[in-house]
């Protein structure tokens, strides 16, 4: 029989005994409803109607609304007669209740209408119990019933779990393991079904493939070993050196230009295990040192200097995780890694050329700038002429523009110091408050003409600091500038100095101007990097300059601001 047909017999089997427990268990529900229904709406209403009637007749002779009271539950009761002799006791009230109006009195009317209430609720109890007993009798034939069926569903399903599941499972087990024989490249492995099912047919076109694939890996090595030497001329013929390592760390391959970097041979490279290279080779050791221990955090942009054959180059080291997802799986599968070494020697001259005519210009810049701002001054001097009011307008002009161009030369000198790393530290011990009342002298100017207000907070057990107070002020100034300069009129600019808890001390310089939006935080230290839309002027270059002086003498800067409300910046020394 094929696999179709057992599992349109066997569900369609189980599905026939659901449709008919379901038949059943819905008739059944229905009967129990209607006995139930019959209960509340004829009975329960008619003790209802006689509860009433009898506290009504309790109050008929203090009450006035007691008779319209017990009248209304009579008529109700009267169009809600259903068992036999309701009708006659229902009637013989009516009548007395009726000799009742006309003397309320009556004691002995009240007793034969309490006697007529007391038998109808006592024939309606009767016949609760009555439909009571038969809604019993219905529960108890439901529950044989539909256990009866559910049994036999029981039993169905349980056939249909044990022998089904192993018609279809035991088939597709051993197609797998076949699979997983193929898939090792053991193409002679053929499976045998049932001619007659599904599977017999998927038997015959799976031995068919396996034939096929066992024809094809016959005549496809010579095919790999073409590719596998294509692959091994292009990695040797690349500029940059390569080294290709498994997941064990092995060594699969390396090119000529790693071989020649490293001065090792490439019979005591390949197949070796790297770390056991790294034992006697420096540059090995230091390509390495990230795989070994993948705590460490490689800075990228740092590079490399080796000397190759007697000359320095400079190379920036990469190292790629090579993951694959084999044939038939989803999940990517970790097999080696490459290590790339960049040669970037002639992008770093090109650099070093950079800052060394940035430097050259910045510093020639000086003296023609240091010659017009003296020119300035001895035009200033009244010794030599007065000025009327457009020409003192120039000079201002003229003076405004000088002293922003020395201080750009100052930044580009201080920048080409930091990329040379020449930069000089004189560190020594000075005064945080005489330094602080410095950087307020130095910006009293700038505030004044906003009406800016300059406050400090030191802390008092901080009164000396040693570090190098020469970048420090400029650091300060830097920001207490920027802090004015972003500041709307009328504002303050607060100056901070705390210690923190690793007896450090903090700087935070914090202004009321228009803040800085998140997105460009990140930014904020970059060279050349303005905010877009800003209309103060500046270089870009100061927070940069100042992030490299902080950390030159070990401290960190950060900034915290939001818009609207204004920044922090804060460096640690």
Not at 155 to 180: Q, Y
Not at 247 to 266: C, M, P, T
Not at 269 to 297: H, S, Y
Not at 338 to 357: C, Q
Request: glycine content about 6%; proline content about 2%; overall charge negative.
């Amino acid at each position: 029989m094929k696999i179709k047909t057992k599992l349109n017999a066997g569900v369609g089997l189980l599905f026939l005994m659901i449709i008919i427990l379901s038949v059943l268990s819905g008739w059944f529900i229905y009967q129990l409803k209607k006995d139930t229904q019959n209960i509340l709406v004829a009975n329960y209403n008619t003790l209802q109607y006689s509860r009433n009637m009898l506290l009504a007749l309790e109050d008929i002779d203090s009450d006035p609304n007691s008779v319209h009271e017990f009248q209304k539950n009579l008529d109700l009761q009267s169009k809600n007669i259903t068992e036999a002799g309701e009708k006659e006791t229902t009637r013989s009230i009516q009548e007395h209740f009726s000799e009742l109006r006309k003397g309320k009195s009556n004691l002995y009317l009240q007793s034969l209408i309490r006697k007529d209430i007391t038998g109808l609720m006592q024939l309606n109890m009767t016949a609760i119990q009555l439909k009571s007993s038969i809604a019993n009798s219905t529960s108890e034939d439901a529950i044989a019933v539909i256990s009866v069926v559910g049994i036999l569903c029981f039993l169905v399903a349980f056939i249909l779990m044990v022998n089904l599941p192993a018609n279809i499972a035991n088939p597709i087990r051993e197609l797998t393991s076949s699979i997983h024989q193929i898939a090792n490249q053991n193409y002679r492995h053929r499976v045998r079904f049932e001619e007659n099912s599904e599977f017999g047919e998927l038997a015959r076109s799976f031995n068919t493939m396996a034939e096929k694939l066992q024809e094809y890996s016959e005549s496809r090595i010579d095919k790999i070993l073409k590719g596998k030497k294509r692959i091994e001329t292009l990695i040797d013929n690349l500029h940059d050196a390569v080294i290709g390592i498994d997941e064990n760390r092995k060594v699969l391959f390396v090119n000529d230009e790693a071989l020649k970097i490293s001065g090792l041979k490439r019979s005591s490279f390949v197949g070796q295990q790297i770390q056991d290279i790294a034992v006697t080779n420096d540059l090995v050791r230091n390509l390495i040192k990230e795989i070994i221990n993948p705590d460490l955090k490689s800075n990228s942009s740092e590079s490399l200097k080796i000397f190759v054959e007697g000359k320095e180059n400079y190379f920036e080291k990469d190292i790629v995780d090579i993951n694959v997802v084999p044939t038939g799986e989803e999940e990517s599968r970790f097999i080696g890694q490459v290590i790339m070494l960049r040669n970037i020697t002639p992008f770093k001259e090109l650099d070093i050329a950079k800052t060394h005519f940035i430097g050259t210009v910045s510093h020639e810049f000086k003296t023609p700038i240091s010659s017009i701002q003296m020119g300035l001054q001895l035009l200033e001097n009244k010794k030599i002429g007065s000025l009327n009011e457009e020409q003192q307008k120039l000079i201002k002009g003229i003076s405004d523009d000088a002293l922003r161009l020395l201080k750009i030369t100052g930044e580009l000198l201080n920048l080409a110091q930091l990329e040379t790393g020449v930069t000089q530290l004189n560190i020594h011990p000075f005064k945080v408050n005489s330094m602080i009342q410095e950087v307020i002298n130095t910006n009293k100017s700038a505030a004044d003409k906003k009406q800016i207000s300059i406050n400090t907070r030191i802390n008092p057990e901080i009164l000396i600091l040693n570090a190098d107070e020469e970048k420090i002020v400029w650091i300060l100034n830097n920001l207490v500038s920027n802090a004015i300069r972003y500041s709307s009129d009328h504002s303050n600019v607060d100056i901070e100095v705390e210690k923190t808890e690793n007896n450090s001390v903090k700087f935070s310089v914090k202004d009321q101007g228009c803040g800085i939006e998140e997105k460009y935080l990140s930014q904020i230290f970059t060279r050349y990097f303005r905010i877009p839309g800003t209309q103060a002027e500046g270089t870009g270059l100061g927070l940069s300059i100042s992030k490299e002086f902080i950390e030159a003498q070990g401290g960190s800067i950060s900034v915290d601001s939001k818009t609207d409300e204004g920044s922090t910046f804060s460096f640690i020394i």
